[in-house]
């Protein structure tokens, strides 16, 4: 389930300059509860990607074993590749969410929170998601429209039932042009 917050969380940033255009600046859900994000330590990703945990992932309901990216870092205007893997530790119903935040440098473009069901078409999957190993491998075609700078990315993902499936963040990814 964290690679599933890992690839929505790309997904949602691929499909980012669409959504944003040179005159909107936010998206914003005024009643949207923060993310909480421990920055007393780094808790990395395992594998070739720029993922970190938000906090000590020991009590998250997906359990990580790999998400690679190529290329890593992302680049504009070329197919990105998202390979995952992990063990889901319970089943994950209708109703779920992910609370969704993108800065662009001190600018929030996105902070949202939307049905995790909805958002897990974009990687081929549907609910309910079954507990055990979970396997992902989704192609993305990254827009070159996207404007240069430095990024950050969180996605913190509930259970209907709110319990924490798990939570990520990438910071200061860099496009170039």
Do not use: H
Request: proline letters at 8%; hydrophobic letters at 40%.
């Amino acid at each position: 389930m964290k690679f599933l917050a890992a690839a929505v969380t790309l997904v949602a940033f691929a499909q980012l300059p669409g959504q944003v255009s040179a005159g909107s600046v936010s998206f914003f859900d005024p009643s949207q509860v923060p993310i909480k994000v421990d920055t007393t330590q780094d808790f990395p990703v395992k594998g070739d990607n720029p993922l970190m945990y938000c906090a000590d992932p020991a009590n998250y309901l997906l359990e990580i074993d790999q998400v690679d990216l190529s290329p890593n870092p992302p680049k504009p205007g070329q197919s990105l590749t998202i390979k995952a893997s992990g063990t889901l530790l319970d089943k994950v119903e209708k109703g779920a969410t992910v609370a969704l935040e993108v800065k662009w440098g001190l600018i929030t473009l996105v902070k949202q929170t939307v049905d995790l069901c909805d958002q897990i078409k974009n990687v081929d999957l549907t609910c309910p998601l079954e507990k055990g190993k979970m396997v992902l491998t989704k192609q993305v075609d990254l827009p070159k429209q996207i404007p240069p700078g430095k990024y950050s990315v969180l996605a913190d993902v509930y259970t209907k039932d709110q319990r924490q499936v798990t939570c990520l963040k990438a910071e200061n990814l860099e496009f170039k042009m």
